[in-house]
C-alpha cells in the first residue's frame, strides 16, 4: 500500500492535502499560488509545489469530490464571480417568476429536471473522470459524498478516535444535499440525517449577503459582525418573520423551508424586506442561524444519548453561532473544524481514503496539533528574494541571528510595544482562512485607534468588522469568560470578555459587543510566535495582540516572500518582519 495518500478538491477553496503514514503533512489552497482569491477549479499550482517538495511523479491512490457537477474545471473559470455569473446563466426567466410567484416550487423543479438533462446529454461527469486521469495517470480516483467529506474533515482534530461523536454539516450546498447528521463510532461515520439542498440554512444566509448588496460565498463574516449593532425590537421583527420561513422539524428530523431557498433573494426583494435597517436584516438572519443550529443539537444529542460534538460545513464559520452551541448546557464537548468551508474538503477527501484503505482501522491516524502546512522558506531564500527586490533598496533592511539574545521576536515586540504596525512572515504558512501568526499583521490592541490606522494602511475594512486576537494560552483566563476550559487555537469561536481584555485588548475586540475570536497560542506549538507575545507581555504587562491576515484587500493572504513584499511595498504598512530580516521603511 502507498504511504501517500492525496485529498482533492476543485470545486470554490480549491485545495490539495497530502497524508504520509496517517499524518497530514501538507495542505495547500491554490489561492495561495494562483493568487487569486477563492480559487476556482483544478489546483494545478498546489499539485505541482507538492509534487515538486516530496519528489512525487505519480500518486496511487486520489479521492476527490464533486466529480459529478465539475463543469468548473473542464472549463476555464476566472474567479468567484465568473463562476456564479456561469451557473446563473439563463436563469432569468426563471427568477422572473419567482419573484411574481414565489412559493411555486415545481418552477425549481422544473430547473433541476433541466440542469441534470444538461449534465447528463453534455457528459460533464465523463469529461471531468477523463480530465483527473490526466492529471493523475495510473492512480486509482474514488469519488467522496459532499457531505461525508466535511464530517470525515473532523477526524484529524479528535483527541479521543474511540468516542462516540456526532457530527453536524451545514453549508450551502454540494451534491444536490445541504447538510446532514452523522455518527461516527468504532472508526466509521455513518449517515443519520441528510437534507436537500431546496432547505438550505447556509443558501438563505447568502441571499441577506445579495439583500445587503455583498458577495455571496464571500462577504457572510461581514453580515455576521454587523449583526450585534441591531436594536433588538428591529431585529426581532425580521427574525420572527424568518423562522416562519425555514426550521428544523424533530418530527421529520429535516430542515423545512416554505420556499426554495436556493433561489431566495428574489423572495425577500418581493416582501419587502428590504424596507427594513440592514443592521436588523444581519439581526434577523444571524439570530435564526443561531436557534436553529441550537435546535438541531438539542435534537440529536437527546435521540442518540449523546453530548459529544462536532461541526463542520460552510455555515460553521459562523464563529457566533459555534459560541451558543458551546454554551449550551447539554454539551460535553464541541470539536470545531477549523477553516470548515470547502477548502476542508480536500482534508475530509484525504481522511475518507486512509479510512477506505485501512478498513476503519484509524489506530495509526496522527492528531493534527497546528495548522501551519503550507510553505516554508528558510533565510538564504528570502534574502534572495530581497536582494532582487528593487523597493526593498530604498529601506533599512536588517538581520537578526536567532542565536543571539537580540531576536527578530525580541524586535518586533519593541515595536508593537512602541504602538507600530508589523507584517510578519516566519515559518510554515497557515492552511484556511484565517491568518495564525506565521503571515500575519500584528499590532497593539489597546488602542482602538490602530483599527483605523491598519485598515487606512493596507486592510480597507468594512467599519463595523472586528480583528482577531493572538493571546497567550496560559492568560486566558485573564482575558475570557470561558463555559468550559476551551482550548481556541484556531480563530473558529468567539467568547466574552472580562474587564481587563476591554482594557488591553480593545482593538482586538468586536467594537459591539466586545467579544473575542481568539487564537490561544502554546509554546509547544509556536514557540517563535509564543515567544514574541511573552516579551510584548514583558513590555506592556498585555499577553496579547492583534492579529489580522497579511493582505491587501480583496487578495489572498501572502504565501510567498515575494508576496510579502509586494504587499509591504503597496501598502502603508511600515514594517515588515520576514524570516530573521527586518525589513523598514525610511521615513
Request: glycine share 6%; net charge neutral.
Amino acid at each position: 500500500m502507498s504511504d501517500y495518500i492525496l485529498g482533492v478538491n476543485f470545486g470554490h477553496d480549491a485545495t490539495i492535502t497530502l497524508m504520509k503514514d496517517g499524518e497530514i503533512v501538507e495542505s495547500m489552497s491554490e489561492e495561495r499560488l494562483s493568487r487569486q482569491k477563492k480559487h476556482i477549479g483544478f489546483p494545478h499550482f498546489s499539485l505541482a509545489y507538492i509534487k515538486e517538495k516530496y519528489n512525487l511523479e505519480k500518486f496511487d491512490y486520489v479521492f476527490v469530490d464533486g466529480i459529478k457537477l465539475g463543469a468548473h474545471i473542464v472549463n476555464t473559470t476566472k474567479d468567484n464571480a465568473d463562476y456564479r455569473n456561469r451557473i446563473n446563466k439563463g436563469k432569468w426567466f426563471i427568477k422572473a417568476v419567482a419573484v411574481k410567484l414565489p412559493f411555486i416550487k415545481i418552477v425549481y423543479k422544473i430547473q433541476d429536471f433541466l440542469f441534470s438533462l444538461k449534465v447528463i446529454v453534455s457528459g460533464v461527469e465523463k469529461k471531468t473522470k477523463k480530465y483527473l486521469e490526466e492529471q493523475f495517470p495510473g492512480a486509482s480516483i474514488i469519488e467522496v459524498p459532499h457531505h461525508l467529506s466535511h464530517a470525515w474533515a473532523s477526524l484529524p482534530f479528535m483527541e479521543d478516535k474511540n468516542k462516540r461523536r456526532i457530527i453536524f454539516v451545514l453549508d450551502g450546498e454540494g451534491d444536490t444535499f445541504c447538510g446532514s447528521i452523522n455518527l461516527f463510532e468504532n472508526g466509521d461515520i455513518k449517515v443519520l440525517h441528510i437534507f436537500e439542498r431546496g432547505n438550505s440554512l447556509g443558501l438563505l444566509y447568502a441571499s441577506f449577503v445579495d439583500l445587503l448588496g455583498m458577495s455571496r460565498n464571500e462577504h457572510e463574516f461581514k453580515v455576521m459582525g454587523l449583526a450585534p449593532y441591531a436594536k433588538k425590537t428591529s431585529g426581532e421583527k425580521v427574525y420572527e418573520k424568518l423562522k416562519e420561513i425555514l426550521w428544523f422539524d424533530e418530527n421529520t428530523m429535516q430542515l423545512v423551508s416554505k420556499i426554495d431557498t436556493r433561489r431566495a433573494t428574489p423572495y425577500l426583494i418581493a416582501n419587502d424586506y428590504y424596507q427594513y435597517r440592514f443592521d436588523s436584516l444581519a439581526y434577523g438572519i444571524q439570530k435564526l442561524t443561531e436557534e436553529i443550529v441550537k435546535d438541531m443539537a438539542r435534537f440529536a444529542m437527546k435521540k442518540y444519548n449523546c453530548s459529544d460534538l462536532a461541526v463542520g460545513g460552510g455555515v460553521f464559520m459562523n464563529v457566533k453561532a459555534n459560541q451558543y452551541i458551546s454554551e449550551m448546557p447539554e454539551v460535553n464537548s464541541l470539536l470545531l473544524v477549523p477553516s470548515c468551508g470547502d477548502e476542508s474538503l480536500s482534508i475530509g477527501n484525504a481522511l475518507y481514503g486512509y479510512s477506505v484503505l485501512y478498513k476503519n482501522d484509524l489506530s495509526g491516524l496522527k492528531k493534527l496539533e497546528h495548522l501551519y502546512l503550507g510553505g516554508e522558506y528558510s533565510d538564504e531564500e528570502i534574502k534572495k528574494v530581497i536582494d532582487e527586490y528593487e523597493f526593498c533598496k530604498k529601506c533599512d533592511v536588517k538581520y537578526f541571528d536567532p542565536k543571539s539574545e537580540n531576536t527578530i521576536e525580541k524586535k518586533v515586540a519593541e515595536i508593537l510595544a512602541g504602538n507600530s504596525v508589523v507584517g510578519r512572515f516566519k515559518g510554515r504558512a497557515e492552511w484556511g482562512a484565517r491568518a495564525l501568526g506565521n503571515r500575519s499583521i500584528l499590532a497593539n490592541p489597546s488602542s482602538h485607534d490602530n483599527v483605523k490606522l491598519i485598515n487606512e494602511m493596507i486592510k480597507g475594512r468594512d467599519f463595523w468588522m472586528p480583528f482577531a486576537t493572538s493571546l497567550l494560552y496560559e492568560r486566558r483566563h485573564d482575558y475570557l469568560i470561558l463555559n468550559k476550559d476551551e482550548y481556541a487555537p484556531y480563530m473558529a469561536i468567539t467568547f466574552p470578555t472580562k474587564e481587563l481584555a476591554h482594557k488591553e485588548l480593545i482593538a482586538a475586540l468586536h467594537p459591539y459587543d466586545l467579544t473575542s475570536r481568539p487564537q490561544m497560542v502554546k509554546k509547544e506549538v509556536n514557540p517563535e510566535y509564543h515567544a514574541l507575545i511573552s516579551e510584548y507581555e514583558k513590555l506592556t504587562g498585555s499577553g496579547g495582540i492583534l492579529n489580522t491576515s497579511f493582505n491587501l484587500h480583496g487578495e489572498p493572504n501572502v504565501e510567498k516572500p515575494y508576496d510579502a513584499l509586494r504587499t509591504f511595498e503597496l501598502s502603508g504598512l511600515p514594517h515588515l518582519a520576514i524570516g530573521n530580516y527586518l525589513i523598514s521603511k525610511k521615513i
